[in-house]
């Protein structure tokens, strides 16, 4: 069974809607894709996610941003199906870390606060997070203005080889002019030192083209081919 449709059976107030509600005006372009909420990732970004768990069968996951664990629940069912691996989520409202963690048990994923389980929910600010081993995949997706931030932050806490993916990042990088909030609105502008990792070759960027954009950046491994 699909894992979309696993979700809904698990979690019965879990319901799917078009992506393209959440927008004003209704948006053609996004009647394809669809979503739980509108804070979450989208429907088919979650199930993008869920098949490079499975794929990379990572030991150490990361995702900045719980709200109510539409990524966590994604993520936490692939490593719960790879046998393998766990995953730390981060949220700092009590609120919204609450409904994520009943959300975990309903799905039999942990979410009662043990650092063991398949998704930790960790209540805090990502800003006093300190890894304690390194990641193989990593989900940025709290706030567009400090994702940037989080990138460094956690860049070297990133196996090589590994998958760091951002949010609600577009192909332009935010890097575009905006009417009413000025240039590179709401991200900021690149730091130099992000900028240095891609003209380096360490970090690739890719992007996908969904309604509210991911942006992945690989982690370049020693024994890659070199072009
Ligand atoms: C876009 S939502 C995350 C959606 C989630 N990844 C999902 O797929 O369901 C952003 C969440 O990040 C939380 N947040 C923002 N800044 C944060 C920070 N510095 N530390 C922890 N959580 C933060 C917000 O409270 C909000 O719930």
Redesign the pocket.
Known sequence: MDITKRLLELDPTLSRHNEGYWSEPFNERRQGYSSF?D???EIET?EFLYAITRLLKPNRVL??????????AYMGMALKDNGVGTMTT????PE?HQVACKRMQSLGLGGTGSADEIVYCKF????DLIPESNYQLI?L???PQ?RFAEFLKFWDYLDEGGYIFI??LHRHMHQIPNEEHGFAWPYGKLPKEMIKLVKDGKARPFHFPTPRGLTGFYKVAQGDYVW
């Open positions: 909420n804070a979450g990732i979650g995702e900045t941003g719980t709200h109510w664990g539409i990524g966590a981060v949220e700092f409202l919204i805090g600010d990502v800003k989900l997706d709290t706030e400090t949010h609600d």
